[in-house]
């Protein structure tokens, strides 16, 4: 199984920049405890525009990765910010070198 690498870019409305960043931190603890093939889930804010959210994120396969995108917590997370968020890119990507 090849690992992949995830690159989610998460924007959030500006004025719902804070409940979205309180939803994605929620996020962080059943990912890196519960979700089997979880190598790194990392959070970061952009500096220069407060409502730009990335996830970088490593996992064993992607089959895991799939069965983590099914998850409840990240169906809760859509549940608590649905309308609140303007555009989410999820890229997966393998290392070649």
């Known amino acids: 199984m090849a690992e992949v690498i995830v690159v ?3 924007k959030a409305k500006p004025e719902a920049a804070g409940k979205v960043r309180a939803e994605l ?3 962080i603890p ?4 519960g979700d089997e093939g979880c190598i790194y889930y990392d ?6 525009d407060p409502t730009l959210f990335y996830f970088l994120e490593k996992w064993e396969s992607n089959e895991l990765l799939d069965k983590h995108l099914e998850t409840e917590h990240l169906r809760a997370f859509g549940d608590a910010t649905d309308g609140l968020v303007s555009e ?4 997966r990507l393998t290392k070649i070198a």
Do not use: F, M, Y
């Open 8 to 10: 989610a870019r998460i």
């Open 25 to 27: 931190l929620k996020l």
């Open 30 to 33: 059943p990912t890196r405890q």
């Open 43 to 48: 959070l970061h804010q952009d500096q220069s």
């Open 88 to 91: 989410l890119d999820i890229n």
